[in-house]
């Protein structure tokens, strides 16, 4: 058994922290929960995750741990760190990287209340004269190490991916480049007057995922099941399934179940799920000043410390026609703006051309989540229902607003 756990600091990843566990995002290639199922070998039960997200629900992921045990013999893992896809030494009683502990297996039978508020530390679970194993991989700091750790994760993650997928070489009317290889899982389609530069990095399609004619697709680059990559440029991402990526895009990390099907520049970014791009939306992902990149925390602005970093889309972001997205742009999830340039954060849930943005009503805002997911044949579901309606309420809560208007 294996549960992963959300503490403070992973409780602070805004603007995916409102609506879902960190362990239901990308990073690399791969969602964190299930590079540690990868890792370890073992299935995930369900989130240690913060009260708010009771009720968690998706049908690939599994729920918050509310009220059950966990066994003796389990095992609690960060969802800050990202292993590698390496299988991992299982029969340790702690694993660590850098010096932390990154998961610990449990001694005796442990309710989920230990965990519930996200201070108590792995660390204190173990036990003297435990066995503990190092474990590769990348630690997630803040939320901008999305970003920052993608090139490499993607570099590594991809042939341990493609060892165990049926996979075969492009077909011969596309262009291949680069010395890294190029695998297309069975059911992949690569049009004609495609290039696949693999001269940075490994390229994997997985099963029912197409490129169109006149992409360049640059890797490192994963395309998941079922999405479609169509013209430009589109280099350095991580694609998830069901998805449509249009126009020119960089160093970008789009979850699962999101659109871009329009042209503007995408850089240095990250996608929940649910969100769609209006057509001519631009991020700007460099400063004028060639400066490190400052972005909005609950904690307040803080320098990530990164050259390149464009905007984090919470889920079920929506934006209009020719939206502007300047450097480190934050929108909240659930937040619907149609002005030419919002500020470089919006709150979760807002809706309107310009700020000080209207609050999003939650009918109608759950009654085009839901229409966005029937299209997709994903039932929004009435636990799902109720969890976005608690994560709308704890929007409107005063003490969560003041932390989103701070802009210093």
């Not at 609690?76 to 299988?87: C, E, G, K």
């Not at 440029?233 to 979850?255: D, L, N, P, Q």
């Not at 984090?312 to 934050?330: N, P, S």
Request: aromatic share 8%.
């Amino acid at each position: 058994m294996l549960a992963l756990y959300d503490d403070a600091t992973a409780r602070g990843f805004e603007p995916f922290a409102l609506t879902r566990p960190l362990g239901e995002m990308r990073a690399g290639a791969e969602l964190i929960r299930r590079r540690w199922e990868l890792a370890l070998g073992v299935a995930c039960r369900g989130h240690l995750a913060a009260p708010h997200l009771a009720g968690f629900a998706e049908p690939w992921a599994p729920g918050v741990l509310e009220f059950e045990t966990l066994v003796a013999g389990a095992i609690v893992a960060n969802s800050r760190f990202a292993p590698t896809l390496v299988p991992g030494a299982a029969d340790a009683d702690a694993w660590t990287c850098e010096g932390e502990i990154v998961a610990v297996r449990l001694s005796i039978a442990t309710p989920p209340a230990p965990f519930a508020d996200g201070t108590r530390t792995l660390a204190s679970f173990v036990k003297s004269g435990a066995v503990v194993r190092e474990l590769g991989g990348h630690w997630l700091r803040s939320v901008w190490d999305l970003v920052g750790h993608l090139p490499a994760m993607l570099t590594s993650d991809i042939p341990l991916l493609a060892k165990d997928l049926m996979t075969s070489r492009p077909p011969a009317h596309a262009t291949v480049m680069g010395q890294f290889e190029v695998h297309v899982e069975g059911g992949a389609h690569v049009e004609p007057y495609v290039v696949l530069d693999a001269t940075a990095g490994p390229i994997l399609l997985r099963k029912g995922a197409t490129v169109q004619s006149f992409t360049r697709l640059v890797g490192p680059a994963y395309v998941g099941e079922g999405s479609s990559v169509v013209g430009d440029r589109i280099a350095c991402v991580s694609i998830g399934e069901t998805c449509k990526v249009h126009g020119e895009v960089s160093h970008t990390i789009v979850t699962g179940h999101s659109n871009k099907g329009h042209d503007g520049f995408v850089g240095h970014s990250v996608f929940g799920r649910w969100v769609n791009l209006g057509a001519g939306t631009i991020t700007s992902n460099l400063k004028n000043t060639y400066g490190t990149v400052a972005l909005w925390t609950p904690e307040g602005i803080r320098d990530s410390g990164l050259q390149f970093l464009g905007t984090m889309f919470g889920d079920h972001v929506k934006t209009g026609i020719g939206v502007r997205l300047t450097t480190g742009c934050v929108l909240g999830a659930g937040a619907s703006v149609f002005d030419a340039m919002p500020p470089k954060m919006v709150a979760p849930f807002a809706w309107g051309s310009g700020a000080p943005y209207a609050t999003y009503d939650l009918e109608k805002f759950l009654a085009v989540a839901e229409r966005m997911m029937g299209r997709r044949k994903v039932d929004l579901g009435a636990s799902a229902r109720a969890q976005l309606a608690a994560a709308h309420a704890r929007a409107l809560d005063p003490a969560v607003a003041a932390r989103w208007a701070r802009t210093t």
